[in-house]
């Protein structure tokens, strides 16, 4: 074999697009500069702008491959904060954005409304499913108990008041046991309250914490006072890898929004801000694309700092 031919076959594993292409920047699509480089054919690249590239960036993080099954809780003390809404909206911006599968179940034992919010359906439940686990053998076993929200599969809680009281921590961790072998993300839409049965072991399966709250005084103190309930049973870690997530729906004046930020930047991982959105705000069908652009991007940089946590490490504090 000639030297080249040597050389050829040595580098053989090198011949990719990288290493051929030239480069020619990364190509923006939004905003002045895509209008610029569509206008041009490509011949003259601005680059891409810091919003697009952040963007880029929490796509890069939310597309992170899981190890296994990643469990998300989202609680708060406190109802009317939003949590159902962070809970179906972190959900479906993981399904849309991962290749893998995702899922959202309601453990609200009070009639919770995450499948009125996604899907409409509440005809079968997480009390069906936990009547019939034994014969939940395959995902298409599991997909008759869940109804379909974009590529997001959605688990809803019993509507029934006087059944629900019989879906408990161990009713909970029977179906996660399920779930588990199906699903890559399980977000969990805690009933509101942190003594609950159903919440006991929410939080003793999550791999990844959320605390709902808002920047009022009301809002931002049950935050703080879920993290403190947390620290004082024996959550010190999952508290300090916690994202906080303030549902700015309701705010005023008198309160500081930098102070109240500051505070849960002391004592969590993250903080994020979801602006108000009308959209939200109507309590209806949750449908992506109707979402203003900031608060699409909130919902982006929430997923992608829960995904920065897909590894199982500890993940030092990070700007969304």
Known sequence: MSDTGEILEGRSGELTEDAIVRFRGERPEHGWRGVL??????????????????????????????????????????????????????????AEHRGDRVIALDANPDAGTLADRLTGDTSVTVRHMLENLESAYSLSDVARYTSLAGRLQVL???????????????????????????????????????????MEGTLALADSLVVVGAPTVDGASRASK?????????????????????????????????RVRGHFESRCRGVVDIPHDPHLASGGRIELDRLRPATHDAFLALAALLADGFSGRPVPPHTA
């Open 37 to 94: 480089y569509r206008l041009t054919g490509g011949l003259v690249n601005p680059g891409l702008g810091a919003a697009e590239r952040a963007r880029r960036d929490r796509l890069r993080r939310i597309r992170r491959p899981v190890p296994g099954t990643h469990q998300i809780a989202v609680s708060s003390i406190k109802g009317g904060v939003g949590k159902t809404t962070v809970s179906a909206c972190l959900g479906l911006v993981l």
């Open 156 to 198: 809803a809680s019993e509507q029934d008041p006087a059944m629900s009281e019989a879906f408990d921590r161990a009713g909970y961790e029977r179906v996660c046991s399920v779930l588990t072998r199906f699903y890559n993300v399980i977000i969990t839409d805690s009933g509101t309250g942190l003594v609950h049965s159903a």
């Open 226 to 258: 879920t993290l403190d309930w947390l620290v004082a049973h024996g959550f010190e870690a999952q508290v300090a890898q916690a994202v906080v997530v303030l549902s700015c729906d309701r705010q005023s004046a008198e309160v500081d929004p930098k």
